[in-house]
C-alpha cells in the first residue's frame, strides 16, 4: 500500500500474519524459524487433522513376487506389474510379459548384466542353447523350458538388476 508517496510494509497490515514483524529489530534464522512455528501451530489449530479411520482393503492377497510363496502347483489370478493389471493366470505367461515389458523400457541392461545371458536371450530361435524359445520382440526370444520356480528366479533377479524390486505384485488364484 502506498500513502503519500511512502510505503507502508508491514507498519500498517491488517492481517495477523504480518502484525508482529513491525515489533522485529532483527531478521535471521532464529526469528524466520520461530515465526515458521508460530504459523504453523496457527494453522493447526484452525485446521485440525481430521479423525477419521481408514479401512485397508482385505483380502486381496497380493503379494510382491518377492515375499511369495513358491508358485509350485499354482496359478495366477492376476498380477500387477507397473500399476497396470495384467490378465495372466500361467506363470509362463507372466515370465514373458515381464521380460518383454522390460526389454522395452530398458534393453542394453539386458546386454551389460548378467540376464540377458541368465534367460538365454538370442536372436535365433533354433540356438543350441534354447531347447524352446518364446519370442520376445521382433529380434529376440528367451528359453522358456524353464519351471515355474526357475521363472520367478530369473523375474527377480531382473527386477533386482533393474531397481523394479516393488513393481511386481503377483495374486494366486484361490
Known amino acids: 500500500?502506498?500513502?503519500?508517496?511512502?510505503?507502508?510494509?508491514?507498519?500498517?497490515?491488517?492481517?495477523?500474519?504480518?502484525?508482529?514483524?513491525?515489533?522485529?529489530?532483527?531478521?535471521?534464522?532464529?526469528?524466520i524459524e520461530s515465526r515458521a512455528n508460530i504459523i504453523a501451530h496457527r494453522f493447526v489449530k484452525i485446521w485440525g487433522i481430521p479423525d477419521i479411520q481408514v479401512e485397508l482393503e482385505t483380502g486381496s492377497n497380493e503379494v510382491n513376487i518377492f515375499d511369495a510363496e513358491e508358485p509350485k502347483f499354482k496359478k495366477l489370478e492376476y498380477a500387477i506389474f507397473f500399476n497396470q493389471k495384467l490378465e495372466v493366470t500361467q506363470v509362463a505367461k507372466?515370465?514373458?510379459e515381464v521380460f518383454k515389458?522390460?526389454?522395452?523400457?530398458?534393453?542394453?541392461?539386458?546386454?551389460?548384466?548378467?540376464?540377458?545371458?541368465?534367460?538365454?536371450?538370442?536372436?535365433?530361435?533354433k540356438d543350441d542353447d534354447v531347447r524352446q524359445a518364446v519370442q520376445?520382440?521382433?529380434?529376440?526370444?528367451?528359453?522358456?523350458?524353464?519351471?515355474?520356480?526357475?521363472?520367478?528366479?530369473?523375474?527377480?533377479?531382473?527386477?533386482?538388476?533393474?531397481?523394479?524390486?516393488?513393481?511386481?505384485?503377483?495374486?494366486y488364484a484361490d
Do not use: C, H
Open 94 to 96: 507372466l515370465y514373458i
Open 101 to 125: 515389458q522390460l526389454f522395452d523400457l530398458q534393453p542394453e541392461t539386458f546386454f551389460t548384466s548378467d540376464i540377458g545371458k541368465r534367460i538365454s536371450l538370442t536372436k535365433s530361435p
Open 1 to 31: 500500500m502506498n500513502v503519500d508517496g511512502k510505503e507502508q510494509g508491514y507498519q500498517f497490515s491488517r492481517l495477523w500474519l504480518n502484525r508482529d514483524l513491525k515489533e522485529k529489530s532483527r531478521w535471521d534464522k532464529e526469528e
Open 136 to 171: 520376445l520382440n521382433d529380434t529376440y526370444y528367451i528359453e522358456a523350458n524353464i519351471d515355474n520356480v526357475g521363472k520367478f528366479d530369473r523375474i527377480k533377479q531382473a527386477l533386482t538388476i533393474f531397481g523394479f524390486e516393488d513393481e511386481l505384485l503377483i495374486k
